[in-house]
């Protein structure tokens, strides 16, 4: 598959811990974005890491690259229940400018 | 700016007619992409535009879907004719590619589409 691949597929915590999600993909990548899908609501970006960085922080978001192992991770810290969304990775292959492939997602559940 | 903007917000219609669902992509981006999402498949890509040609439909399902974008500030999705099979959530999003790379996208706040 040219997808991400998230992992876990769920995720349920308390308010107050860490979340953290995984994605794995396959080819070589210009740089890899996260995004956030609260329901029935549309995707909105939350942090870009290019394939010459290993890590980047944005508020309690905090991503991490391996190119090596071709996998990336989003922590949020000190999570909230207003955290309570579906989490996508997507990838720039740079081979096809201007395309994204997208994961299928984790959905976090952030109990009160 | 307004972000992306969809219309309409809700369409239920019954099989066999056409649908039309609309999209306004943010002013100065030069690239314009429609994705369905399911529950099922998740999110795919179906064709997407850079400078109001089309780049890649291979992800369009069939000849009964055909996209256009006139101009840079509108496009088009159309079914004909629809299909139960068709009912799912169609983004909109569009980007600027003028970095040389792939930037972020901006999503539209989507079209919720049941064909009965």
């Known amino acids: 598959s040219q997808q991400g691949e998230e992992d876990p597929q769920a995720l349920s915590i308390q308010e107050g811990e860490n979340a953290t999600m995984n994605c794995s993909y396959k080819?070589?990548?210009?740089?890899l974005q996260w995004y956030r899908q609260n329901s029935g609501r549309g995707l909105v970006h939350l942090i870009l890491?290019?394939?010459?960085?290993r890590e980047k922080h944005s508020g309690r978001l905090r991503v991490t690259l391996d190119t090596s192992k071709k996998s990336s991770s989003l922590l949020i810290t000190a999570s909230r229940a207003a955290d309570t969304a579906s989490y996508f990775c997507?990838?720039?292959?740079?081979?096809?400018?201007?395309?994204?492939?997208f994961g299928r997602g984790t959905q976090l559940t952030v109990w009160p | 700016d307004a972000g992306v903007i969809q219309s309409p917000r809700h369409e239920v219609t019954e099989m066999g007619q056409e649908v039309t669902l609309r999209c306004k992509p943010i002013?100065?981006?030069?690239?314009l992409f429609w994705y369905r999402q399911t529950m099922m498949r998740g999110l795919e890509l179906l064709i997407y535009?850079?400078?109001?040609?089309?780049?890649?439909d291979s992800g369009m399902p069939e000849d009964r879907f055909s996209a256009k974008m006139p101009n840079a500030s509108f496009s088009t999705l159309k079914i004909q004719p629809s299909e139960p099979r068709d009912s799912a959530v169609y983004f909109c999003?569009?980007?600027?590619?003028?970095?040389?790379?792939?930037?972020?996208?901006?999503f539209g706040p989507g079209t919720r589409l049941l064909v009965l």
């Open positions: 890491i290019r394939s010459n960085e």
């Open positions: 997507a990838f720039d292959r740079g081979s096809t400018l201007g395309r994204l492939y």
């Open positions: 999003a569009s980007s600027s590619g003028t970095s040389g790379s792939t930037e972020t996208q901006y």
């Open positions: 002013s100065g981006h030069d690239y």
């Open positions: 080819t070589s990548i210009n740089n």
């Open positions: 535009f850079n400078n109001n040609v089309p780049i890649d």
